[in-house]
């Protein structure tokens, strides 16, 4: 596809579960990142990733949050003993470079934690 | 503590007149401020950008203004159209790039046609 991908739109678990959120990016965008966006809020920075390689991880509130992009592309989020406080939207941008300052971001997943 | 505030969450303008949104910023070490727009269900998407030692970038009906000495930017539409009715968030970059964004809580506009 032509932008950024997310799947999946919208993902509801049960509190303690374990979720994963997926990202495709734009084909050859070598930067990566996630950022979540809380009700009323703007989006939040999570993690940066440049290529494989996790660049900026300063983000992720707490141990319960890890993400990855094995082979440079595709990445997912993911989630541990999922708690009410992370119910959000999830959303993950590409650039094409790192020192782009355009991000194109993904429709984003709205997660809900009842 | 929010380092980059947007204090009104609405506003209404009529079609054809100025539309004017506010950003206030405290971190004096952001080095580039830009706009993202949002339609319900989309992703944000990239409006326009200014660096911290410009005062003013312009791009079509779309201009904005920095005073750093008040660490405040604003953006304006003019003419304001319809399909200008979105959320609009201001952003600050400290890496001169989209890494590790800060943005501001938005603001709804809403272009009465």
């Known amino acids: 596809g032509a932008g950024v991908s997310q799947t999946p739109s919208n993902k509801v678990t049960e509190k303690g579960k374990y979720v994963e959120l997926r990202c495709d990016p734009i084909s050859g965008h070598t930067a990566l990142y996630w950022y979540r966006q809380s009700l009323g809020q703007g989006p939040e920075f999570l993690i940066y990733?440049?290529?494989?390689?996790?660049?900026?991880d300063s983000g992720l509130p707490n141990d319960r949050f890890f993400a990855v992009r094995p082979e440079g592309s595709v990445s997912t989020l993911k989630i541990q003993r999922t708690e009410r406080g992370d119910s959000a939207v999830y959303l993950c941008?590409?650039?094409?470079?790192?020192?782009?300052?355009?991000?194109?971001f993904g429709q984003g997943t709205r997660l809900t934690v009842v | 503590d929010q380092q980059v505030k947007q204090n009104s969450p609405s506003l209404s303008v009529q079609e054809g007149r100025i539309s004017i949104l506010n950003c206030d910023y405290t971190?004096?070490?952001?080095?580039?401020f830009l706009w993202y727009k949002k339609y319900p269900a989309e992703g944000p998407t990239f409006l326009i950008s200014i660096s911290s030692i410009k005062d003013k970038n312009e791009d079509g009906r779309f201009t904005v203004f920095l005073n750093k000495s008040a660490k405040h930017l604003s953006l304006h539409i003019v003419p304001s159209q319809p399909g200008d009715s979105a959320v609009y968030f201001c952003?600050?970059?400290?890496?001169?790039?989209?890494?590790?964004?800060?943005f501001g809580s938005g603001t709804q506009l809403t272009v009465l046609p």
């Open positions: 941008a590409s650039s094409s470079n790192p020192d782009s300052l355009q991000a194109f």
């Open positions: 952003a600050a970059s400290l890496f001169g790039s989209a890494r590790q964004l800060t």
């Open positions: 990733f440049q290529g494989t390689g996790a660049a900026d």
């Open positions: 971190n004096s070490m952001f080095d580039y």
